[in-house]
């Protein structure tokens, strides 16, 4: 797959753009979506002024690999990547998807205690109500996977909610299903990227609804959905190195950026290693190069 600019928005002659989401261009073509993920970056709520080299043909193409690797566990909303006849850019970065009811919350698994969960242990001893056992460190592998949903923020950060809740919003029957789904797909996951050299600390999925079937949909175990740490330097006690945007947060942290609009760049050194860490990502997983 050949090396392409960056792609920080776009526009899709004879299309309707339905989203443009932090990362994503949603565009409805009647009876299909198509999804494209653009390169832009977001840091603390704010999309960057920088793309990121490659990231959103990371973000597809892992997000294809999944679903494929998934496919006899939950069915997906996937159709075809393939992108004759529009702009050439989009050759990578995007897949064309059936229309779903989408469920209303976001379905988070977590197998190992970390940011807003670290934080609500150590807060409560819990995360989202469920009770876990006492002295835990920051990292530490959790006892068994748990199911810890969240709402869908339109802007900012998705909020953390209890099981019960979750269960208010949709009804608790397809909670309950989401649940033992969640961490089916999670535990599949994280067994296999284990022997890939790569822990998933934790993960979160979009589940919608095709006929009265439940499909997965959207991103699927990405470094943007998901918290992926490498296994030969793990250690309990503190943060681990990531596969995702933590040179951008080391960055804007450095530089002391008030965290308010309007949002700065990033030197073209930061752009590149965090791209690096993407596509080191996907070849770890994959055993592909991009």
Same mark, same amino acid.
Request: charged content about 25%; proline content about 6%.
């Given at each position: 797959?050949?090396?392409?600019?960056?792609?920080?928005?776009?526009?899709?002659?004879?299309?309707?753009?339905?989203?443009?989401?932090?990362?994503?261009?949603?565009?409805?073509?009647?009876?299909?979506?198509?999804?494209?993920?653009?390169?832009?970056?977001?840091? !603390? @709520?704010?999309?960057? *002024?920088?793309?990121?080299?490659?990231?959103?043909?990371? +973000?597809?193409?892992? =997000? $294809?690999?999944?679903?494929?690797?998934?496919?006899?566990?939950?069915?997906?909303?996937?159709?075809?990547?393939?992108?004759?006849?529009?702009?050439?850019?989009?050759?990578?970065?995007?897949?064309?998807?059936?229309?779903?009811?989408?469920?209303?919350?976001?379905?988070?698994?977590?197998?190992?205690?970390?940011?807003?969960?670290?934080?609500?242990?150590?807060?409560?001893?819990?995360?989202?109500?469920?009770?876990?056992?006492?002295?835990?460190?920051?990292?530490?592998?959790?006892?068994?996977?748990?199911?810890?949903?969240?709402?869908?923020?339109?802007?900012?950060?998705?909020?953390?909610?209890? !099981? @019960?809740?979750?269960? *208010?919003?949709?009804?608790?029957?397809?909670?309950?299903? +989401?649940?033992?789904? =969640? $961490?089916?797909?999670?535990?599949?996951?994280?067994?296999?990227?284990?022997?890939?050299?790569?822990?998933?600390?934790?993960?979160?999925?979009?589940?919608?609804?095709?006929?009265?079937?439940?499909?997965?949909?959207?991103?699927?175990?990405?470094?943007?959905?998901?918290?992926?740490?490498?296994?030969?330097?793990?250690?309990?006690?503190?943060?681990?190195?990531?596969?995702?945007?933590?040179?951008?947060?080391?960055?804007?942290?450095?530089?002391?950026?008030?965290?308010?609009?309007?949002?700065?760049?990033?030197?073209?050194?930061?752009?590149?290693?965090?791209?690096?860490?993407?596509?080191?990502?996907?070849?770890?997983?994959?055993?592909?190069?991009?």
């Amino acid at each position: 797959m050949t090396t392409s600019k960056v792609v920080l928005e776009t526009n899709v002659p004879g299309l309707k753009l339905r989203a443009r989401g932090k990362v994503r261009d949603i565009y409805d073509a009647g009876d299909r979506l198509l999804f494209i993920a653009t390169d832009r970056i977001s840091a !603390f @709520d704010y999309i960057l *002024a920088t793309g990121i080299p490659e990231k959103g043909r990371v +973000l597809t193409q892992m =997000t $294809l690999f999944w679903l494929d690797f998934l496919r006899d566990t939950v069915p997906n909303h996937f159709l075809s990547s393939d992108m004759t006849g529009l702009p050439p850019e989009l050759e990578g970065r995007s897949m064309w998807v059936k229309k779903a009811d989408m469920v209303e919350i976001e379905c988070v698994a977590r197998g190992y205690i970390s940011g807003s969960g670290w934080k609500d242990y150590q807060r409560t001893g819990a995360i989202c109500g469920i009770p876990l056992p006492a002295g835990l460190k920051e990292s530490d592998k959790l006892p068994e996977p748990i199911f810890t949903p969240a709402t869908k923020a339109q802007t900012g950060h998705d909020e953390n909610i209890s !099981f @019960d809740q979750a269960a *208010a919003i949709i009804g608790a029957d397809l909670a309950a299903k +989401l649940r033992d789904l =969640t $961490l089916k797909i999670y535990s599949k996951a994280a067994d296999y990227a284990r022997t890939r050299g790569i822990i998933i600390a934790d993960t979160k999925f979009e589940f919608g609804i095709i006929n009265g079937e439940i499909i997965l949909a959207d991103e699927v175990l990405t470094p943007d959905s998901s918290r992926f740490w490498p296994l030969e330097t793990y250690s309990p006690g503190g943060a681990q190195p990531s596969y995702d945007k933590q040179f951008v947060r080391d960055y804007l942290e450095s530089i002391k950026w008030n965290k308010q609009p309007p949002a700065p760049a990033l030197p073209d050194d930061v752009a590149q290693k965090t791209s690096e860490k993407y596509k080191e990502a996907y070849r770890s997983l994959t055993g592909r190069n991009l």
